[in-house]
């Protein structure tokens, strides 16, 4: 299973912040096995938040074998990974 978390957005008066966390949680222990995380940052511009940008992790997948994980950067890589045994 994948857990999806948005942290809290953070930064200061003109930055803003926030990071994804992706967890793969082991159905049968409940235990998170490995943590991705995307980054977003905005800058504020003429009193709106403008030049967004998105680094790290945008998605991550649980094969249908359950044996490895799909991961996506917002850079347009993508990696297959091995499950832990």
């Known amino acids: 299973?994948?857990?999806?978390?948005e942290g809290l957005e953070h930064?200061?008066?003109f930055e803003l912040e926030r990071t994804t966390?992706?967890?793969?949680i082991d159905t049968r222990s409940q235990e998170i096995v490995m943590t991705f995380e995307?980054?977003?940052?905005a800058s504020l511009g003429n009193g709106t938040w403008q030049n967004y940008l998105y680094t790290g992790v945008c998605e991550v997948v649980i094969a249908p074998d359950e044996q490895t994980v799909r991961v996506k950067y917002y850079d347009g890589r993508e990696v297959t990974i091995p499950l832990p045994k």
Not at 21 to 24: D, G, H, I, K, T
Not at 38 to 41: D, H, K, N, P, Q
């Open 1 to 5: 299973m994948v857990q999806v978390e």
């Open 11 to 13: 930064g200061d008066l």
């Open 21 to 24: 966390y992706f967890r793969v």
């Open 38 to 41: 995307g980054e977003m940052s």
